[in-house]
């Protein structure tokens, strides 16, 4: 925190707000004062707000630089596995490799769920979406653990971490069986994360699922690549609904349910959609051409994003192992690559992009992997909703640790002012 400050005039009366410095990004100013002077800052979207202070994910925008406590993703991505940066996340620093192993075998001791949860799947419809199962179903943990959830214990909150991220691959898989008519499949310990959630998603009791090692090391490369992301949409609804003191599994079943919009999490969702709506190169320019026209709701989905101003860091992890998986199944030439890497390019050249600074996201190349990998469109956001639990849960457990205010956010009202009830109506 610095002592510099910022000076406002107000109808003529001159109002000094302190003003505070991180250890990264730009400073703030702190302009809770401002109600006393009878007015309030207006920023719809949180485009100029920083809601909190965190110590856990950084994101240089104009750089492309992300950094989970200070670890660039890239080398995340590259050195550790999934399981490590959800410790890193979780704890502020990498394990160390006894800690590792304690972790790992600790989420391998919970990734069961209370067997009477199967009846929650079977209220659903078999097409409902498995983003609404997810929702559901994480939020009713609340009702399983609610006797073990004191929000001021340090060892209920850690206990409560284990479970959602041992959990929510189970969860996950479960979604999609329940949607495709087959059997649950319960969670193997001779398997690694990775391992275990494609075996849920792809075993039948009919035989022994083999898992494929690259396609095991993709997916986990997939979960890291989605962990966190600082105060997004989700994130932002996560510690909102944690202000009121509200249980943490109903404030990730929040999360799940913000990240769910084709604005956010359901981005990946929405770009193979939109890819195969193309359908074939020689229909780019009319789709780029439609992004661009004003009077045109389509959007290029994949492309753009309210903090980076360059590539997205994660998207470029994202497009590397896209072309080892295509290439270790053999899929050399597949249309949809083949139109995403076109896409790409025109866009990047395309001045209406560039003057935006539209560039590809997170979302872009991952949906293109997660299909290679024979994962249903359907299900891309609830892999994204299990990898960025932990995310969730970090910044859920950073706010419930420390002192915080429910947060309660104010308004520019302009609708009617006071009138009486009509006397032809009493
Ligand atoms: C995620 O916040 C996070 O960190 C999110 C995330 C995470 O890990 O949690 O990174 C995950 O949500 C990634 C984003 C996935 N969404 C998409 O790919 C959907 C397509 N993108 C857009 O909807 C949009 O870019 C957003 C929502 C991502 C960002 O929206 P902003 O910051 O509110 O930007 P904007 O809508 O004000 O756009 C600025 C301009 C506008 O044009 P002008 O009014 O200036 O003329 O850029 C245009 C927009 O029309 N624009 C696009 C565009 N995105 C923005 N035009 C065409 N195609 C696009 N994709």
Not at 8 to 26: N, R, W
Not at 59 to 78: N, S
Not at 412 to 424: I, K, N, Q, S, W
Request: hydrophobic share 40%; net charge negative.
């Amino acid at each position: 925190m610095t002592d510099r400050k910022a000076t406002l005039s107000v109808g003529g009366k001159t109002i000094d707000l302190p003003m505070y410095s991180g250890t990264a990004g730009p400073d703030v100013i702190d302009v809770r004062a401002l109600v006393q002077e009878g007015v309030f800052t207006y920023d719809p979207g949180f485009v100029s707000t920083a809601a909190c202070e965190s110590k856990i994910t950084y994101i240089d925008g104009a750089k492309g630089v992300l950094l989970h406590r200070g670890y660039p993703i890239e080398q995340l991505a590259e050195h550790s596995d999934y399981l490590e940066v959800c410790y890193l996340l979780l704890h502020g620093e990498l394990p160390t490799p006894e800690q590792s192993e304690q972790f790992h075998v600790t989420v391998k001791n919970h990734t069961m769920i209370h067997d009477q949860m199967r009846n929650f799947f079977h209220g659903f419809r078999r097409d409902a979406h498995p983003m609404a199962i997810m929702c559901g179903v994480v939020g009713a943990l609340s009702a399983f653990y609610h006797d073990q959830m004191d929000v001021t214990s340090v060892k209920q909150r850690e206990i409560t971490a284990h479970r959602l991220v041992a959990k929510m691959p189970t969860i996950a898989a479960w979604c999609y069986k329940y949607s495709v008519g087959q059997p649950f499949i319960y969670p193997r310990n001779d398997l690694s994360y990775p391992e275990n959630f494609l075996q849920m998603m792809f075993g039948t009791p009919c035989e022994e699922y083999k898992p494929n090692p690259i396609l095991a090391k993709a997916m986990d490369k997939i979960f890291i690549l989605h962990a966190d992301h600082e105060q997004n949409a989700s994130t932002s609804t996560v510690r909102l609904a944690g202000s009121s003191g509200a249980n943490p599994f109903a404030c990730i079943a929040s999360g799940i349910a913000a990240l769910w919009g084709p604005a956010h999490g359901g981005a990946n969702e929405a770009v193979l959609d939109m890819l195969a709506e193309i359908g074939d190169e020689e229909n780019i320019e009319k789709y780029v051409a439609k992004a661009k026209d004003k009077d045109d709701p389509f959007r290029l989905m994949g492309f753009g994003h309210r903090v980076y101003k360059n590539f997205d860091p994660r998207a470029r992890v994202m497009r590397d192992t896209c072309n080892e998986v295509l290439a270790e199944l053999g899929i050399e030439d597949d249309p949809l690559l083949r139109i995403a890497q076109r896409l790409e390019k025109i866009a990047l050249e395309d001045d209406y992009f560039i003057e935006r600074k539209l560039y590809p996201n997170v979302d872009f190349y991952s949906g293109i992997i997660l299909k290679a990998i024979g994962i249903p469109t359907s299900m891309f956001t609830v892999i994204f909703a299990l990898s960025r639990t932990v995310g969730w849960f970090a910044h859920w457990d950073e706010m419930s640790s420390g002192s915080y205010r429910i947060g309660r956010p104010r308004q520019l009202y302009t609708g009617p002012t006071a009138r009486d009830f009509p006397e032809h109506l009493k």
